[in-house]
């Protein structure tokens, strides 16, 4: 059973940078694509973006110029950078396996808390 | 890109059936067979019910079906069922080659 674990700092200041890591574990990176989705607290989801196994991304456009998203093959992890935050980058970060070809995100992580405060 | 319109909720009986509406454009839900559906309970990871409009992933009970029809894809949930109470999200494939999510939708069981 694949298992997906964010990892990060649960707290980032304003104008700083928000970095998460996703490890995952029981599965390969290979041919499958790797996305990061957010939920404010008490909100809806938002799609941030992802990565193919290939290295190609897709972001949302409202993000687009702050964020990054990265393959560690090696290690069996993926990352997310998303730059300049602001207390509207609060949220739940997700981190998902998307089965290539498909809109079937498979699995998810459990999800990690990043708040933007000074 | 603009969230996909869902209602804010919907409610209905045990063993009622129910159908939640997701609606885009011609540059999302109309064009594309990638619309899946998510189910969300309080503090969990939300969970996929339906991919590519109306394929369910095994152990996804045959009580949750999906249709689309023009730029409108939909999610039935027959026999309606206590554990079934939870948010539910749609999202589609877009002409930019992203997704966007729906507004959600709270399905209470009365």
């Known amino acids: 059973q694949v298992q997906l674990q964010e990892s990060g700092p649960g707290l980032v200041k304003p104008s700083e940078t928000l970095s998460l890591t996703c490890t995952v574990s029981y599965g390969s990176i290979n041919a499958y694509y790797w996305g990061w989705i957010r939920q404010p607290p008490g909100k809806g989801l938002e799609w941030i973006g992802y990565i193919s196994y290939t290295g190609a991304t897709s972001y949302n456009p409202s993000l687009k110029s702050r964020v990054t998203i990265s393959l560690d093959t090696p290690n069996n992890r993926f990352s997310l950078r998303l730059i300049s935050v602001t207390t509207a980058d609060t949220a739940v970060y997700y981190c998902?396996?998307?089965?290539?070809?498909?809109?079937?995100?498979?699995?998810w992580g459990q999800g990690t808390l990043v708040t933007v405060s000074s | 890109q603009a969230a996909l319109t869902q209602p804010a909720s919907v409610s209905g009986s045990p063993g009622q059936s129910i159908t939640i509406s997701c609606t885009g454009t011609t540059s999302d839900v109309g064009a594309y067979k990638y619309v899946s559906w998510y189910q969300q309970h309080p503090g969990k990871a939300p969970k996929v019910m339906i991919y590519d409009v109306s394929n369910r992933p095994s152990g996804v009970s045959n009580r949750f079906s999906g249709s689309k029809s023009g730029n409108t894809a939909s999610l039935t949930i027959s026999g309606l069922q206590a554990e079934d109470e939870a948010d539910y999200y749609c999202t589609s494939y877009t002409s930019s080659g992203t997704y966007v999510f729906g507004t959600g939708t709270k399905v209470t069981v009365l």
């Open positions: 998902v396996r998307v089965v290539t070809g498909t809109s079937n995100y498979d699995y």
